[in-house]
């Protein structure tokens, strides 16, 4: 049950910080908003390290973490390329559903088929990811998308995505928490910095009113990477990544409470189909 608990947390998180990292990256840019957000969230860990007093886990958690931390931000990057090519309808629930496949794959074969409520509780869960990000007519746009290659962004954005959870639910097995997340966000850091000065990319924000947004973003990002730690720790690692892809619902929610954007059919079947799985899971 906890695992549960802790998964929907990890989605609420990522979700409020993909939300609130959305609005950041109207004022500073996308991948200065995501290089900031994970400064904040490092500070933000290291002040949580003084108080907890976490031993530093062994060589292979904190290059696992590293690694985890430069999939995830390779994710990250692709997610945002695609969108920038008008992508949008198709990035969100391909590279969601992705993510969520493979640690669905990996944990078949390594701790055996769950229930069969589960299974049915993901499948309602992967529809739920798909439904929740599409628009009005986002389910017909997907569709009609003619080319493999349309596609090969969103994919590659799940596959990062996908090994983020495999590979950091893995480096924390051995019970740390605080730790890893260090070596993530340094992993993803190095990451997007060796970029930026690779494209000469600007390191200034020029509105300054971003700042705010940025500094939540990086919070909202560090909880969720914590909630899906815990869940993976308390339970399966197929479970907490399957619960923890319902972040577009969490992000959604969030426009149509506080920007006043309306809720398609889609998506509100989605949200139905979310709380389904919740259920199923829980049984």
């Known amino acids: 049950m906890l695992s549960i608990i802790y998964g929907l947390f990890a989605a609420i998180g990522w979700g409020a910080g993909d939300f609130t990292g959305g609005l950041a990256s109207r004022k500073a ?3 200065r908003t995501v290089l900031y957000g994970e400064i904040v969230g490092i500070f933000f860990l290291f002040l949580v390290i003084m108080f907890v007093g976490e031993s530093i886990p062994d060589r292979r958690s904190w290059m696992l973490a590293m690694l985890a931390g430069a999939f995830g931000t390779v994710g ?13 309808s198709i990035a969100t629930p391909v590279s969601a559903l992705l993510a969520a496949t493979l640690p669905v794959l990996i944990g ?7 229930g069969i409520e589960t299974i049915i509780g993901f499948g309602f869960a992967l529809f739920a990811v798909w439904m929740i990000s599409q ?17 090969k962004l969103p994919l590659l954005a799940g596959i990062g995505f996908g090994f983020y959870f495999v590979l950091m639910g893995e480096a924390t097995s051995t019970g740390a928490t605080i730790w ?3 070596a993530s966000r340094s992993g993803g ?31 909202l990002d560090i909880s969720g990477n914590l909630f899906f730690i815990l869940a993976s720790q308390a339970g399966r690692l197929d479970v907490a990544a399957v619960l923890s892809s319902l972040f577009p619902g969490a992000t959604v929610v969030l426009a149509w409470i506080f920007l ?5 059919l889609n998506q509100w079947l989605g949200i139905g189909s979310a709380l389904i799985a919740i259920v199923l899971m829980t049984i």
């Open 29 to 31: 840019g996308a991948y």
């Open 180 to 182: 890893p997340m260090v």
């Open 260 to 264: 006043k954007e309306r809720l398609s």
């Open 108 to 114: 078949l074969f390594r701790e055996g088929f769950p």
């Open 76 to 88: 990250l990057m692709f997610l945002y390329h695609a969108m920038t090519l008008g992508l949008m």
């Open 189 to 219: 850091m190095t990451l997007i910095v060796t970029y930026m000065l690779v494209t000469r990319s600007s390191w200034k924000v020029k509105d300054k009113s971003a700042w705010p947004m940025i500094t939540l973003n990086g919070i």
């Open 135 to 151: 628009s009005a007519g986002g389910v017909m746009d997907t569709l009609r998308v003619s080319h493999l290659s349309s596609l």
